[in-house]
């Protein structure tokens, strides 16, 4: 174009500014050769359309001239976004305030933040009210389920319209009261088709299929919009063949229609018949692209998640995390890395994804270096690193994420203290676990399932079985990891019977036990020597419960026969077991042998262990150990020396102290250790007096 007016300015500004090209908007702005109050407004609007309030607040100080349009724009921007009180500011500085669009624009933003008073003040020194000003008020109270207030102002509204109406139908539905939004449903006096699908969708969402299908076959007249509502609600019911006749039904289909069947066949793990949806589709749009791709991640279907994404022109922010998801549930973190690297516009989604990727990949230093490359961190943030770090045993690490994300003023969540909670009870720190117990009661998290089970764990690990206990009597509605914690508990801390009591009180109360629970009482029969209880619970398991035994159970079954001295049932039940991962019932067994110096079946168990264990350096010690109580030196030597050649490689040794309030941690060897050599001389003091002592 060789000749540019204003308008034609302010024509390209807009069009950048809906493109998110704001930097490009903000060069041609600064270039114009003469700028109006339309020039000012529609750069104000474009970073208000592209969530960037400062940019639009600076714009707005610098503005010599100002009309009502750019008074009522930022005064909305700041409302939408939740900064009442600099949104009151501004208002309070409007010249004249005779715009009912400004007056509307506070009293839907007091409204929606359920700020009602304030909003009611506003709404009476209106000086002129129009019925969007009626109904803005009205919305806050129905977005905010308050239906008795809504039910108030709505009879005392003097005219009415069919948005009033919908309002009220909508918050009785997303209240689940459908009697009340049928009543009113019925006394619209010309209900539209917003009515028709909110009543509709309302059916759907409480489970009256056939009476949502009823009213649908009622419709006076059906849009696409209504017949989206009815494929979307049969699919969340289950009903995919229902929804898939209706599609071929529809008279005609937009790219909704295609994505909700498309991704109906997703969820029930019909992937072919998704994907030749997809191929059908006729505009395929980036929402059903990303819904197969999803299908093929949960599938494992990974390869064929990355063709399909790789076939896609132009990627949107889910699109971008969902497959980077794929490749870390997968453990494929070089290729999400590549994709994490290749995204212009990174969220909290794909940052946080990226950690929790690599901390299952036990790539912990990656992960914090994401982590501390993140410039915005939220709660989940923190919440994927101290998980990473309880997953990849760094309990140490775990507890000081979460005293440094304290003190940086973040508040943990149930999540948050569930992990800090596990990582003390690893540890035994129950010193540190009771200071967590009081913040997670100043918290208000006392009442969390989450944070009750964890806290029952941590107590039973440290030892104090009896706030354990009292823990599980205060939760409100202990689920059955509630039951399984305690009665783990109970068996950690060698109290048999009282485990076994609480397993028969769990069934009483009609609580249905799974595998872990089993592998408690098991553990707590095995440890107080109840064989007839033991051999009846693991019976019970299989034949009342349908529950396959894991190693786990198999294990505890070795080591009840074995702690008994029955070591041949004890070898039987070890020969028999239907598992693949066998080492913990052969080290029961191995374990056992050496207590009742049981030689002949030590070796055959020490034997299998080395099928299943050879790099563990522990399995050698304790065969070497057996022979050599027995005075059986050379093959208590022949042991230790099989070490060397198995490529076993012996872990460090290490202890820790908890101490004032802080863990302190000791590693043989190293001499990185703070106050070394005070250590090394108060140990050789002790020594020496030991050794004085024994001579006396």
Same mark, same amino acid.
């Given at each position: 174009?060789?000749?540019?007016?204003?308008?034609?300015?302010?024509?390209?500004?807009?069009?950048?500014?809906?493109?998110?090209?704001?930097?490009?908007?903000?060069?041609?702005?600064?270039?114009?050769?003469?700028?109006?109050?339309?020039?000012?407004?529609?750069?104000?609007?474009?970073?208000? +359309?592209?969530?960037?309030?400062?940019?639009?607040?600076?714009?707005?100080?610098?503005?010599?001239?100002?009309?009502? +349009?750019?008074?009522?724009?930022?005064? @909305?921007?700041?409302?939408?976004?939740?900064?009442?009180?600099?949104?009151?500011?501004?208002?309070?500085?409007?010249? +004249?305030?005779?715009?009912?669009?400004?007056?509307?624009?506070?009293?839907? &933003?007091?409204?929606?933040?359920?700020?009602?008073?304030?909003?009611?003040?506003?709404?009476?020194?209106?000086?002129?009210?129009?019925?969007?000003?009626?109904?803005? !008020?009205?919305?806050?109270?129905?977005?905010?389920?308050?239906?008795?207030?809504?039910?108030?102002?709505?009879?005392?509204?003097?005219?009415?319209?069919?948005?009033?109406?919908?309002?009220?139908?909508?918050?009785?539905?997303?209240?689940?009261?459908?009697?009340?939004?049928?009543?009113?449903?019925?006394?619209? =006096?010309? =209900?539209? *088709?917003?009515?028709?699908?909110?009543? #509709?969708?309302?059916?759907?969402?409480?489970?009256?299929?056939?009476?949502?299908?009823? #009213?649908?076959?009622?419709?006076?007249?059906?849009?696409?919009?209504?017949?989206?509502?009815?494929?979307?609600?049969?699919?969340?019911?289950?009903?995919?063949?229902?929804?898939?006749?209706?599609?071929?039904?529809?008279?005609?289909?937009?790219?909704?229609?295609?994505?909700?069947?498309?991704?109906?066949?997703?969820?029930?793990?019909?992937?072919?018949?998704?994907?030749?949806?997809?191929?059908?589709?006729?505009?395929?749009?980036?929402?059903?692209?990303?819904?197969?791709?999803?299908?093929?991640?949960?599938?494992?279907?990974?390869?064929?998640? &990355?063709?399909?994404?790789?076939?896609?022109?132009?990627?949107?922010?889910?699109?971008?995390?969902? !497959?980077?998801?794929?490749?870390?549930?997968?453990?494929?973190?070089?290729?999400?890395?590549?994709?994490?690297?290749?995204?212009?516009?990174?969220?909290?989604?794909?940052?946080?994804?990226?950690?929790?990727?690599?901390?299952?990949?036990?790539? !912990?230093?990656?992960? *914090?270096?994401?982590?501390?490359?993140?410039?915005?961190?939220?709660?989940?943030?923190?919440?994927?690193?101290?998980?990473?770090?309880?997953?990849?045993?760094?309990?140490?690490?775990?507890?000081?994420?979460?005293?440094?994300?304290?003190?940086? &003023?973040?508040?943990?969540? +149930?999540?948050?203290?569930?992990?800090?909670?596990?990582?003390?009870?690893?540890?035994?720190?129950?010193?540190?676990?009771?200071?967590?117990?009081?913040?997670?009661?100043?918290?208000?998290?006392?009442?969390?399932?989450?944070?009750?089970?964890?806290?029952?764990?941590?107590?039973?690990?440290?030892?104090?079985? !009896?706030?354990?206990?009292?823990?599980?009597?205060?939760?409100?509605?202990?689920?059955?990891?509630?039951?399984?914690?305690?009665?783990?508990?109970?068996?950690?801390?060698?109290?048999?019977?009282?485990?076994?009591?609480?397993?028969?009180?769990?069934?009483?109360?009609?609580? @249905? =036990?799974?595998?872990?629970?089993?592998?408690?009482?098991?553990?707590?029969?095995?440890?107080?020597?109840?064989?007839?209880?033991?051999?009846?619970?693991?019976?019970?398991?299989?034949?009342?419960?349908?529950?396959?035994?894991?190693?786990?159970?198999?294990?505890?079954?070795?080591?009840?026969?074995?702690?008994?001295?029955?070591?041949?049932?004890?070898?039987?039940?070890?020969?028999?077991?239907?598992?693949?991962?066998?080492?913990?019932?052969?080290?029961?067994?191995?374990?056992?042998?050496?207590?009742?110096?049981?030689?002949?079946?030590?070796?055959?168990?020490?034997?299998?262990?080395?099928?299943?264990?050879?790099?563990?350096?522990?399995?050698?010690?304790?065969?070497?150990?057996?022979?050599?109580?027995?005075?059986?030196?050379?093959?208590?030597?022949?042991?230790?020396?099989?070490?060397?050649?198995?490529?076993?490689?012996?872990?460090?040794?290490?202890?820790?102290?908890?101490?004032?309030?802080?863990?302190?941690?000791?590693?043989?060897?190293?001499?990185?250790?703070?106050?070394?050599?005070?250590?090394?001389?108060?140990?050789?003091?002790?020594?020496?007096?030991?050794?004085?002592?024994?001579?006396?």
């Amino acid at each position: 174009m060789t000749q540019k007016n204003t308008v034609t300015y302010n024509s390209m500004i807009s069009v950048y500014a809906k493109n998110g090209r704001m930097h490009d908007a903000q060069k041609l702005f600064d270039g114009m050769p003469q700028r109006n109050l339309v020039s000012w407004n529609t750069m104000i609007a474009g970073y208000l +359309h592209n969530d960037q309030t400062e940019e639009a607040y600076r714009l707005f100080e610098r503005m010599r001239k100002r009309n009502r +349009h750019t008074w009522t724009l930022v005064i @909305t921007c700041f409302m939408r976004s939740g900064q009442l009180e600099r949104a009151r500011k501004l208002f309070d500085l409007v010249p +004249h305030k005779q715009d009912v669009v400004l007056w509307n624009a506070m009293i839907a &933003g007091y409204a929606k933040k359920g700020k009602f008073e304030e909003a009611k003040l506003l709404f009476n020194e209106m000086p002129v009210k129009n019925l969007v000003s009626w109904n803005s !008020m009205l919305a806050g109270y129905t977005k905010n389920q308050e239906m008795r207030l809504a039910l108030q102002f709505f009879d005392e509204m003097v005219d009415r319209d069919i948005v009033s109406w919908n309002l009220m139908l909508d918050g009785f539905v997303q209240l689940g009261d459908m009697d009340s939004a049928w009543d009113f449903f019925i006394r619209i =006096p010309d =209900p539209n *088709v917003v009515s028709w699908v909110t009543i #509709l969708c309302g059916l759907m969402q409480n489970g009256r299929v056939l009476e949502a299908r009823g #009213l649908f076959d009622k419709m006076p007249s059906r849009n696409t919009i209504s017949w989206n509502a009815m494929i979307a609600g049969y699919i969340n019911n289950g009903q995919m063949d229902e929804a898939m006749s209706l599609f071929m039904e529809m008279p005609e289909r937009d790219s909704v229609s295609w994505t909700t069947v498309i991704n109906g066949y997703v969820r029930i793990g019909n992937l072919d018949k998704a994907r030749n949806l997809l191929e059908e589709m006729p505009s395929k749009n980036i929402a059903a692209q990303t819904a197969m791709i999803h299908g093929y991640v949960e599938s494992q279907r990974i390869d064929e998640a &990355g063709q399909l994404f790789h076939q896609i022109e132009t990627h949107d922010l889910v699109c971008w995390n969902t !497959m980077i998801a794929g490749y870390a549930q997968a453990g494929r973190m070089h290729e999400a890395l590549d994709l994490f690297n290749q995204m212009s516009k990174k969220d909290a989604v794909t940052w946080n994804t990226m950690i929790a990727g690599y901390a299952q990949a036990r790539q !912990m230093e990656s992960a *914090v270096a994401i982590f501390m490359e993140m410039k915005e961190k939220n709660i989940v943030s923190w919440n994927s690193l101290i998980t990473g770090f309880l997953q990849n045993d760094l309990y140490f690490d775990a507890l000081k994420s979460f005293v440094c994300m304290c003190k940086m &003023g973040i508040k943990p969540d +149930h999540s948050t203290f569930a992990c800090g909670l596990s990582a003390g009870a690893h540890l035994a720190a129950v010193q540190m676990g009771k200071q967590l117990h009081q913040l997670v009661i100043k918290s208000g998290y006392v009442g969390d399932v989450l944070v009750c089970n964890s806290l029952i764990a941590m107590y039973s690990k440290c030892g104090h079985i !009896m706030f354990a206990q009292l823990v599980f009597e205060s939760t409100d509605n202990p689920d059955v990891i509630s039951w399984n914690s305690l009665i783990t508990g109970y068996a950690w801390n060698g109290h048999g019977n009282e485990a076994v009591a609480l397993f028969e009180q769990m069934l009483l109360e009609g609580v @249905t =036990p799974d595998e872990v629970t089993f592998i408690g009482v098991l553990s707590a029969c095995s440890h107080g020597g109840l064989i007839d209880q033991g051999t009846k619970y693991f019976r019970k398991m299989m034949e009342l419960f349908a529950i396959k035994p894991l190693a786990e159970h198999y294990s505890c079954m070795v080591d009840l026969f074995s702690r008994a001295g029955k070591f041949e049932e004890a070898f039987q039940i070890a020969c028999d077991a239907k598992t693949k991962e066998n080492a913990g019932l052969w080290g029961a067994l191995l374990g056992a042998c050496r207590k009742h110096q049981n030689l002949r079946l030590a070796k055959l168990a020490a034997e299998k262990l080395s099928e299943f264990e050879s790099d563990k350096t522990s399995n050698y010690v304790l065969t070497s150990n057996i022979n050599a109580e027995v005075g059986n030196w050379d093959e208590a030597e022949k042991a230790r020396i099989s070490i060397m050649g198995s490529g076993a490689e012996k872990q460090a040794g290490c202890s820790w102290i908890e101490l004032e309030n802080q863990v302190h941690i000791f590693l043989s060897n190293d001499q990185a250790l703070p106050k070394l050599q005070e250590i090394y001389t108060t140990l050789s003091s002790l020594a020496a007096k030991t050794s004085v002592t024994c001579v006396a």
